[in-house]
T-cell receptor, first 114, second 115 residues
Framework: DQQVKQNSPSLSVQEGRISILNCDYT??????FLWYKKYPAEGPTFLIS?????DKNEDGRFTVFLNKSAKHLSLHIVPSQPGDSAVYFC?????????????FGQGTTLQVKP | DAGVIQSPRHEVTEMGQEVTLRCKPI?????LFWYRQTMMRGLELLIY????????DSGMPEDRFSAKMPNASFSTLKIQPSEPRDSAVYFC?????????????FGPGTRLTVT
């Protein structure tokens, strides 16, 4: 039972254009969502997060949108740069229990072409 | 801060041998997580500790896998005996969820190859 799903294994965009990565979740108990970026031979690094009390969070070129009714979140990167080429994971958590356990999606490989 | 430290970075061993992976979390973090990444299963949580106590080990694939956290600054993941299907990248991560922030910080990983 995969509670967090990233249905697109890969995405290719042109430099300067917008990259949109999508993520769906099934567990309505999730109330905190995160995006991680991973380069080859490195560990995932935290990118941006959003609490369920918000529907949008922005940090520079990165914006995460949350649609609770659809149980869907997306990461927008504008403008995309070649250095953004990496695997992106979305993750979900619940404040209940306060242990910080994250459930990760399968990842989407983003390629930004110069 | 040096971040999460994992050792070794690479491990090549023969089937049947014991393998021990090590992790030093970020100082002050009280939750520690062990993950395994494979092409087939993606990033899967094996076990996590809170205040040095194992909270959930339901992701540990078999009894061949065991993990310990003897103190707040050190954890091990042991595989004995190792099998070729254990070949993967193993990540350790730490966090401090009591602050309400659930961001986990990952180490660089250990690439394990079992021949």
């Amino acid at each position: 039972d995969q509670q967090v799903k990233q249905n697109s294994p890969s995405l290719s965009v042109q430099e300067g254009r917008i990259s949109i990565l999508n993520c769906d979740y099934t567990n309505s108990m999730f109330d905190y969502f995160l995006w991680y970026k991973k380069y080859p031979a490195e560990g995932p690094t935290f990118l941006i997060s959003i609490s369920s009390i918000k529907d949008k969070n922005e940090d520079g070129r990165f914006t995460v949108f949350l649609n609770k009714s659809a149980k869907h979140l997306s990461l927008h990167i504008v403008p995309s740069q070649p250095g953004d080429s990496a695997v992106y994971f979305c993750a979900a958590s619940s404040y209940r229990g306060n242990t910080g356990k994250l459930i990760f999606g399968q990842g989407t490989t983003l390629q930004v072409k110069p | 801060d040096a971040g999460v430290i994992q050792s070794p970075r690479h491990e090549v061993t023969e089937m049947g041998q014991e393998v021990t992976l090590r992790c030093k979390p970020i100082s002050g973090h009280n939750s520690l997580f062990w993950y395994r990444q494979t092409m087939m299963r993606g990033l899967e949580l094996l076990i996590y500790f809170n205040n040095n106590v194992p909270i959930d080990d339901s992701g540990m694939p078999e009894d061949r896998f065991s993990a310990k956290m003897p103190n707040a600054s050190f954890s091990t993941l042991k595989i004995q005996p190792s099998e070729p299907r254990d070949s993967a990248v193993y990540f350790c991560a730490s966090s401090f969820p009591a602050t309400g922030a659930h961001e986990q910080y990952f180490g660089p990983g250990t690439r394990l190859t079992v021949t």
